[in-house]
């Protein structure tokens, strides 16, 4: 078969903040797939916090994106010719394509999408995103039913997952999202007791007051996707020998490393240190890919609660390839409602 196809690649890397040179949409020719691979037609592409750290050439947990090489990321597909026992055309898959509209995949890096579940399902709540919050929550949080747990971007992905997941346990859920429509949505739609606007505190020590009124009986769990004035806010009001899964820290990525030395709130790590220290708090960065083996316990769990309405996702749907960095630009800054989705096709 033949087929002109199109990716995005990265062009060169950036400089502090992302900015539409470090991408370049070019054309290219998908070949026949050998034994083993099919050719799938993407239909929709997951844009995520993470692929921002792939763009650098930094020490990571894993390789980055190299230049003139396609941009990273998950997509959900259908398969349109096959050479692989177990995949017939029409197919719905998804896998790690990157930023394009078709590729060929080896057949063991493809899952199929379940039937009588969305696809776009498999990028966001029943995806790597959901996974992700589930497993930080469920592995490092620890929950317990009457803690009270705080959330960093809450109306996210990770975070509504996280919310949803604890309100479903018994916590209380305290969100902290960017914007009143936001906070609104966080409660109204997916449930949390309460939720707070970062925007409308100036700095760490406002963020500290707020969230202390927010929960009255101190912090257990923080689930940590910022950083920023939010972590700065948090730690004052977290309980002794709570717990802290370090999912993300989307404040700092601009600065090419982990927010330390030069960045924000440097003056903040001596004293966070010593919060960690007297309340004997366990704070755990994770990576997804290492709890990997917990996946079905968690579609097994979970499914059934997507299924029946007691978990909720709100997608925010970009139109066509080509619109793929500005919505990955503007996502890094809040700019999205809901999980982040590209509709190629």
Request: proline share 6%; aromatic share 8%; hydrophobic share 40%.
């Amino acid at each position: 078969m033949s087929v002109t196809a199109k990716r995005i690649v990265l062009a060169k890397r950036p400089k502090g903040e992302v900015t539409p040179e470090n991408f370049r949409l070019e054309d290219y020719e998908v070949p026949d797939p050998k034994a083993g691979e099919v050719v799938v037609r993407v239909t929709a592409l997951s844009l995520d916090p993470y692929m921002r750290g792939r763009m650098d050439d930094a020490k990571s947990y894993a390789a980055p994106v190299e230049v003139d090489a396609v941009m990273e990321g998950g997509t959900v597909g259908e398969v349109i010719a096959s050479n692989a026992d177990g995949f017939a055309e029409g197919d719905v898959v998804f896998g790690m394509t990157g930023w394009c509209d078709h590729a060929v995949m080896s057949a063991k890096a493809l899952t199929k999408v379940p039937a009588g579940v969305p696809p776009t399902a498999a990028l966001g709540v029943l995806g790597m995103p959901g996974f992700t919050g589930w497993h930080g929550l469920t592995d490092i949080g620890k929950p317990k039913a009457g803690e009270t747990v705080v959330v960093a971007a809450a109306t996210g992905p990770v975070g509504s997952m996280v919310g949803q997941y604890a309100k479903h346990l018994g916590l209380r859920a305290v969100g902290v999202a960017g914007g009143p429509d936001k906070c609104r949505h966080a409660v109204e739609h997916f449930g949390f007791d309460e939720c707070l606007d970062h925007r409308a505190y100036a700095d760490g020590k406002e963020m500290r007051k707020a969230i202390a009124e927010a929960c009255p009986d101190g912090v257990d769990i923080y689930f940590e996707n910022v950083g920023g004035k939010v972590l700065e806010g948090v730690l004052p009001n977290m309980n002794t020998f709570g717990r802290i899964p370090v999912c993300g820290m989307i404040a700092w990525y601009d600065l090419g490393g982990l927010g330390m030395g030069d960045g924000p709130g440097k003056d903040q790590l001596p004293r966070a240190w010593r919060t960690i220290l007297v309340n004997r708090l366990k704070v755990e960065g994770f990576i997804i890919t290492d709890g990997w083996h917990r996946l079905n316990e968690f579609l097994g769990e979970v499914a059934p609660l997507v299924a029946n309405g007691t978990i909720k996702f709100t997608e925010d749907v970009a139109e066509g390839l080509e619109n793929a960095p500005e919505a990955f630009m503007s996502m890094l800054k809040g700019g999205n409602f809901g999980k982040q989705i590209v509709k190629i096709a």
